[in-house]
Structures are given as structure tokens and as C-alpha cells.
């Protein structure tokens, strides 16, 4: 078996091939497809109606399984966020004008789709993406999410990606686009062809996240000083009681479980660790959070050390990748920009439960909990959630 092109360090061989596998378990690698005998992927060339979940029979014999499937284009399911008040005066929505200026107080209520918008797969899988606050923040959005879920053989499989874009390269607002679009759609192929969700499967996604950042052209008035086109990744895909996760920068992905011994009844969890100075610093030296503190700002001990896009000379792309498994304790899984986990959660202190006691007050609605978080961050950053209650 080849070795795999992006990690280098590992030593372990890669798995033998499964009938149907479109990707390395392990390592994430693309096989050759005309090498496969399996089971050939085929795009349809009709774009689906507008519905996003795909419902894939099962296979009538063992032929049957190996006919090719039809893969239909990403569907897209991001929709405008118009918010039933005005922010400034809270009229409601009736008086917005065409614009999106409210008419009362002539506040912006109504931002651009691409700076506001939000994902509704079904009420419990859903994601919301929100420029923050302009006068202290970015003026677009350079966050971006996807979503979806599709049932194969009656099992649902659901997948997010949440990217966030590096305001010192030279187009953050694509890269984080590209990112989300091509990640998903590596699940959504894997998702329809059956394979089945490892780490492997996530680093694939991750990989193609990476390449599409790759391609992705500087915008013309970019500060010449900028970094080519980069942003972050984290990507969960949910199946048959696993959750497999990857992420590359500093955005996140918890969970959150319900817990007796917490007094709102939950607790958080943050399952990735972020890729940034203060981690190499404490895997490095041993040193702890708290003491590199003291010595250091906290602007550069956030400072990421991997993010998607052209790699710096003596560095390498190393995602990270995990699993979870979905227990009867688990209640959500969800991923968020920094935007929103910087005011919500004590990033480098034990766990702060700040998650959980949001979640308590909306334990059922996955909407109510990312509308919350939202509320939560200072809007000095564009934020976004992507949140897969179970
Ligand atoms: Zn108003
Ligand atoms: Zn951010």
C-alpha cells in the first residue's frame, strides 16, 4: 500500500481495502477508482429538488449493492436570516423595508444572506452563521458552514463542516466557502456509497477541504502582506452510533452530556484540542496554561499553528482526527467558529459547563441553543454553530 501522502510521521500501515471503500479508514488517502470493482460512483447530472434528505433503498442482492449509485449534486441549503426584530429599536419584521433597513429607527435589521444565514436540515440538526458586530468586528462574514443528512438502508447519516476564515490571508471569505462545500461533499459521496465513518473518512474530507483552499485565487485588493487564501476546519460525521471528528486551526467541536451531578443537569465536553502556540507550548516544554499565560498575551498564544491552505516552508499539514461514540448519555454534538466559543467557554481552564447551562435552557431545540450561543458571543468576531442533537 502507498504511503499516505499527507502524513508522513505515521508508521503504521493503512488498512487492506474494503469492497466499496472510496477512502483509506485510516489515513484518509482517495483510492484509485478505476481500481475498484466494488462499486463506481456516478454524479447525476440533474440538479435534486430542493429537499436535502436523500433516501437511498437498500440493496435488493449483493449485485444490486455494487450497481452504481446516484450522487446528487450538494443541495443547497443555506437560507437567509431575517430576524423577527429589529436589532436597535425591536419593531418587528413588518418594518423592515426592502433594503432590510428597519423603518423606525433605520438600523441595518436585515444583513446580506452571506453575512447572516442559517442551515435547517431538520429541528434538531441545524446550523447558524452570523456576521457579529461591525463596529467592533469584521464587516463580512468570512465564517461559513454546511450541513446534511441523508438515511441509506432506513439509518440516518448526518455531517457537518464549520470553517473559519483567516482575516490575514488574502481571501478568507472563499477559502472558508470552498472548504465547507468540498468537505461535504467527500461526506456526502462516502455518506450514499455506504462507507462507512472513521477518521480516515473525516481526514479525506479534511484533504479535500485543503485542496479546494489550495486553488482558491487571492482576492485583487488584498493587503499584499496577507498569507494565501487559509481558514480553519473542523468536520463531525455522525453514523450508526459514531461520531467521527476532524479539525485543523482554532475552531471547535463539543458534546454535550447529560450529567446528574452538574446542577443545570448537563456538562460539555470539548473533544478537539485547538492547533495553536499555547498547546505546542505545553506539549513542547510541559509548561501549564496558566504559567504560559503569565508570560505571554493571550493574542499570541492563540496564534494557530495548522490551518487549511498553503503550508509555510518547514511546516507541515497535519490535521487530527478522533472518534466518539454516541452513548445514551450524549445529547449533542456541535462545532463553532471562535467566534462563538471565545465568549462562551474559558478556553483553556477545565471544563466551565458554560455550554451545558446554555443547553439546559433549550435542551430540545437545537435552534434555541445556537440562537443562545449567538447571543452570548461580544460579536468582536463573526460566529457560527453547527449543532447535531441526538
Ligand atoms: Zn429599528
Ligand atoms: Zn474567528
Redesign the pocket.
Known amino acids: 500500500m502507498e504511503p499516505c501522502p499527507y502524513l508522513n510521521a505515521r508508521r503504521d500501515p493503512c488498512p487492506t481495502r474494503e469492497p466499496g471503500d472510496l477512502f483509506c479508514s485510516k489515513c484518509g488517502k482517495e483510492y484509485d477508482s478505476a481500481q475498484d470493482d466494488a462499486g463506481s460512483i456516478e454524479k447525476a447530472t440533474t440538479t435534486p429538488a430542493a429537499a436535502t434528505i436523500v433516501e437511498v433503498e437498500p440493496p435488493k442482492t449483493e449485485q444490486a449493492a455494487a450497481v452504481a449509485i446516484q450522487v446528487p449534486e450538494e443541495a443547497d441549503n443555506i437560507r437567509h436570516y431575517i430576524a423577527p426584530k429589529c436589532v436597535g429599536c425591536n419593531a418587528d419584521s413588518s418594518n423592515f423595508d426592502e433594503d432590510g433597513f428597519c423603518t423606525k429607527c433605520w438600523v441595518q435589521a436585515v444583513l446580506p444572506c452571506r453575512d447572516d444565514f442559517f442551515i435547517e436540515v431538520t429541528p434538531n440538526i441545524v446550523a447558524r452563521s452570523n456576521l457579529g458586530n461591525p463596529t467592533i468586528g469584521h464587516s463580512r462574514n ?2 461559513y458552514a454546511a450541513m446534511d443528512s441523508v438515511v441509506v438502508d432506513g439509518k440516518r447519516i448526518s455531517w457537518f463542516v464549520v470553517a ?1 476564515g483567516v482575516s490575514s490571508s488574502k481571501a478568507p471569505q472563499q477559502a472558508s466557502e470552498e472548504a465547507c462545500r468540498a468537505a461535504s461533499a467527500t461526506l456526502r459521496i462516502a455518506a450514499l456509497s455506504r462507507q462507512k465513518g472513521s477518521e480516515g473518512l473525516v481526514l479525506a474530507a479534511i484533504n479535500s477541504a485543503q485542496s479546494a483552499v489550495l486553488k482558491v485565487p487571492a482576492e485583487l485588493n488584498a493587503d499584499a502582506d496577507f498569507s494565501a487564501p487559509a481558514c480553519t476546519i473542523i468536520v463531525a460525521f455522525i453514523d450508526d452510533g459514531v461520531a467521527s471528528l476532524g479539525w485543523c486551526g482554532d475552531s471547535r467541536l463539543y458534546a454535550i452530556y447529560r450529567d446528574s451531578t452538574a446542577s443545570c443537569g448537563y456538562s460539555d465536553k470539548l473533544l478537539s484540542r485547538d492547533h495553536t502556540l499555547l498547546n505546542e507550548m505545553i506539549d513542547q516544554t510541559g509548561v501549564s496554561a496558566a504559567e504560559a499565560y503569565k508570560k505571554f498575551t493571550t493574542k499570541e498564544l492563540h496564534t494557530m499553528t495548522q490551518c487549511l491552505g498553503e503550508v509555510p516552508e518547514g511546516e507541515i499539514y497535519a490535521p487530527s482526527t478522533s472518534t466518539v461514540t454516541i452513548d445514551s448519555t450524549l445529547v449533542s454534538i456541535f462545532g463553532c ?3 462563538a466559543w471565545n465568549d462562551v467557554h474559558d478556553m483553556d481552564l477545565p471544563q466551565s459547563g458554560e455550554f451545558a447551562k446554555i443547553f439546559a435552557s433549550n435542551p430540545r431545540s437545537a435552534m434555541g441553543f445556537a440562537e443562545a450561543v449567538l447571543k452570548r458571543a461580544s460579536g468582536a ?2 460566529n457560527t454553530i453547527a449543532v447535531i442533537n441526538f
Open positions: 468570512e465564517d473559519d467558529s471562535d467566534g468576531d463573526n
